[in-house]
């Protein structure tokens, strides 16, 4: 088995060589010669300071015996090293060891199901597995996991990782990482344990809450076993409202519903309610969810759309991004986001079928191998989607607050949020406290925002004020906590302040890897270990990477000043002055 993969892997690599026509989403760790000098990247192609990620070596472990005998040979030569899954879907700079000697785990092909105990419904798998896999394979035992992110194409050692999560006040919350009752981590020691040491938590283990959302740095995850349930059906319908009363109805309606979001679109005033419960599994419905965003797109039509936003961008076309966005929401709407009644269509609300087949998609890893013809719409290799991605919880004690406040940033800039709505919006969905020292602190609503980046780290964004804006807001004056797989750097600046348990989680990272082998420059930055996750030069606050200061930290080549906010008077963000005048 170990050898037929192998062969597999290093044919395809040999066809790659040919004929360019292994077109499903690409490896993003790439090496020069057979697993060394290599490089790595996150799936969109770039890590948030455009920086390019060097390893000297990527290893593809088949058993847990060869991780252990992996993490213990890198030990040993004091390597640092790196878990790198086969998606590398995180925006930040986590899969990345430091300097030019490191080695990335992937864990490609630990991607197997253990177990499946139908007594205490648990399910064991290996950390390669991937959610999809993950969500299938329970179904056929008739279990289910009960909330999980929406996109399937995550493996479980990377989503728990970074604390993902899908949508409920209900029960243990809709974070993963809730429902793990044991786990395999495999970690850096000394000769008396030869060099990596194997330990199995479980819930009788309080280290298991720094382990169950590490950012990767306490050890190799090599095996998870989930609580699962048994497998349920689901009714969902969206009702669309205007938004003058989200701010009150935001936190109520996430307790109506078990699996309730919002999207919202600010701009058109309105917002996307999702009723959505589970009904008996008598209820007749075969219903399937195939987000349309995430489907395998016409890279032509991923080219047009890309250009038009660009042009808008770069004539300031405000009215035309509006116009965009209130087209998209239309076809989005229309179209139940690609939720269907059965397999053929969308037929009408309420859509009812199994929860598998319902709680997450993401066709677009299956793209055809047409030669790029089609593809996932941020794939690199195309010209289409390039974004940011702000994406942070606040507390639902002050949420009503939040909403509020973004509100009055839309009575005074009424087109300034259409820029994200192209982007469908903001998603809001529910997360709750949780007992993982790096997990959510409180009950909240996790806000989803995506946004245009310009290919050039120069050009300042539409309406790049506002966005600047509500992300200061939430972080800074509602406190927010930061989706660790996801942000731009400033994000996390004085984040790890705002978890009670920090402490705890850095006594466990001590204790498993003291050398900080498993750790980088970013994640010792984010944990505070050592200076600033800021980086602070010409144009940084464009990108995030710093809050301006000055006008040099915008453009002011191009009429953008550092500035306070409209609202937020703390606030610092880059503010475009010359066509003001001209108006
Ligand atoms: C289209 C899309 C949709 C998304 N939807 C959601 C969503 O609905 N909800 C949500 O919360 N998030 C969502 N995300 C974000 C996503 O959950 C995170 O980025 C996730 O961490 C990525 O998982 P990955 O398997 O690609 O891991 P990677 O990004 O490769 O890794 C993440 C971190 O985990 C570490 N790691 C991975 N495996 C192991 C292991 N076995 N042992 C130890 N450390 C390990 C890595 O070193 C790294 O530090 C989405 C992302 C995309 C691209
Ligand atoms: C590979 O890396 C080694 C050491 O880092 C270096 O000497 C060598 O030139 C590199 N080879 C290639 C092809 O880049
Ligand atoms: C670890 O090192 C030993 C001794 O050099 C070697 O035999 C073994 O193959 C190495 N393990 C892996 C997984 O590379
Ligand atoms: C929004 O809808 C409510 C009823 O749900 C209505 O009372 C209110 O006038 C509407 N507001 C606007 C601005 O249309
Ligand atoms: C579904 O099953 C429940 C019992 O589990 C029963 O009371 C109900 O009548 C059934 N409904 C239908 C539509 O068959």
Avoid at 198 to 207: G, K, T
Avoid at 359 to 385: I, Y
């Amino acid at each position: 088995m170990v050898k037929f993969r192998r062969v597999i892997r290093s044919t395809c690599l040999f066809l790659l060589l040919f004929i360019v026509r292994c077109t499903p989403p690409k490896d993003h760790i790439k090496c020069v010669s057979e697993n060394t000098n290599c490089t790595i990247t996150n799936s969109y192609g770039t890590f948030p300071d455009r920086s390019i990620c060097q390893a000297a070596y990527a290893a593809y472990p088949t058993t847990e015996e060869e991780l252990i005998s992996l993490v213990a040979n890198a030990t040993k030569a004091k390597r640092k090293m790196k878990v790198a899954t086969r998606f590398s879907h995180s925006i930040p700079k986590l899969a990345c060891p430091d300097g030019l000697d490191g080695l990335l785990i992937s864990t490609k092909y630990l991607n197997r199901v253990l177990e499946i105990d139908l007594q205490s419904m648990r399910m064991s798998v290996e950390s390669g597995v991937t959610q999809r896999q993950l969500i299938n394979e329970a179904a056929k035992a008739g279990l289910a996991l009960p909330y999980a992110p929406y996109w399937w194409g995550l493996t479980i050692g990377g989503l728990l990782g970074t604390g993902a999560h899908g949508s409920t006040l209900w029960g243990k919350g809709s974070s993963v990482h809730d429902y793990v009752v044991a786990l395999t981590i495999v970690s850096p020691s000394g000769p008396e344990d030869g060099f990596a040491k194997v330990r199995r938590l479980d819930e009788s283990n309080s280290e298991l809450n720094a382990a169950k959302v590490s950012l990767g740095v306490l050890g190799v995850i090599s095996k998870v076993t989930l609580q699962l349930q048994p497998l349920f059906k689901r009714s969902i319908s969206y009702v669309v409202k205007n938004d003058s009363d989200l701010g009150d109805e935001a936190a109520s309606f996430g307790r109506q519903h078990e699996f309730a979001d919002v999207t919202w679109y600010p701009s058109q005033r309105k917002a996307a309610y999702r009723i959505d419960n589970r009904v008996s599994s008598n209820t007749s419905g075969n219903g399937v969810y195939d987000f349309i965003p995430f489907r395998s797109t016409l890279s032509v039509g991923l080219a047009l759309v890309r250009t038009t936003e660009e042009n808008q961008e770069s004539l300031h076309d405000a009215e035309g991004k509006c116009i965009s966005a209130r087209l998209t929401t239309t076809t989005l709407l229309t179209s139940a986001y690609g939720l269907k009644n059965n397999v053929i269509a969308f037929t009408g609300y309420p859509v009812i079928g199994y929860h598998n087949r319902l709680q997450s998609s993401g066709t677009c890893l299956d793209s055809p191998e047409d030669a790029l013809m089609t593809a996932c719409p941020w794939d690199p290799r195309v010209k289409g989607e390039y974004f940011l991605q702000t994406t942070f919880s606040i507390s639902l004690s002050v949420v009503k607050n939040f909403i509020q406040d973004v509100q009055k940033l839309v009575n005074l800039e009424p087109k300034g949020l259409c820029v994200l709505e192209q982007y469908n919006g903001i998603l809001m969905r529910y997360v709750k406290a949780s007992s993982a020292y790096l997990g959510k602190q409180e009950d909240a609503i996790d806000f989803d925002i995506t946004y245009f980046r310009s290919k050039d780290p120069g050009t300042p964004r539409l309406y790049e004020d506002i966005l600047e804006e509500i992300e200061q807001l939430a972080l800074f004056k509602y406190g927010a906590l930061p989706h660790w797989g996801k942000n731009r750097n400033l994000a996390f600046d004085g984040a790890i302040n705002k978890y009670k348990n920090a402490g705890e989680f850095l006594r466990v990272k001590q204790m498993y890897d003291p050398f900080g082998l498993l750790s980088n420059e970013w994640t010792d930055q984010v944990l505070g270990l050592k200076g600033s996750v800021t980086i602070v030069r010409e144009g940084c606050a464009l990108e995030g990477l710093c809050i301006c200061s000055e006008d040099i930290h915008c453009a002011p080549n191009k009429g953008y000043f550092c500035r306070t906010g409209k609202i937020y008077e703390k606030a610092r963000v880059c503010t475009l002055f010359r066509k003001k005048k001209q108006l």
